[in-house]
Nanobody, 120 residues
Framework: VQLQASGGGLVQAGGSLRLSCAASGGTFGSYVMGWFRQAPGKEREWVGTNRRSSNSYYAGSARGRFTISRDNGKNTLYLQMNNLKPEDTAVYYC???????????????WGQGTLVTVSS
């Protein structure tokens, strides 16, 4: 399984970005997928998880502002981020879950990360 994250960039506070995660080498439609982020000097933080249906659930910091979706026909996972804040600045990673959980060790395949910078 290979995951390729893209879509990061520089945005002003209050703006929006959509990240994409293209998957290859497996059966994407059967995977539980998640997004994580890691800010400078901080531990990797779970953002949210999308199950094989349209059901997604989120960390408190993301709930109400971020939306995870997927297009199984395109083998792609998305993270729509609205009302971005400077504290959302981080490298964002997509990952495939190996087991239930929100900890990084529950995920066995990772994308390379894409940098999101939110200016104040």
């Amino acid at each position: 399984v290979q995951l390729q994250a893209s879509g990061g960039g520089l945005v002003q506070a209050g703006g929006s970005l959509r990240l994409s995660c293209a998957a290859s080498g497996g059966t994407f439609g059967s995977y539980v997928m998640g997004w994580f982020r890691q800010a400078p000097g901080k531990e990797r933080e779970w953002v949210g998880t999308n199950r094989r249906s349209s059901n997604s659930y989120y960390a408190g910091s993301a709930r109400g502002r971020f939306t995870i979706s997927r297009d199984n026909g395109k083998n792609t996972l998305y993270l729509q981020m609205n009302n971005l804040k400077p504290e959302d600045t981080a490298v964002y990673y997509c990952a495939k879950a190996a087991e239930h959980g929100t900890s990084w060790f529950a995920y066995d395949y990772w994308g390379q990360g894409t940098l999101v910078t939110v200016s104040s």
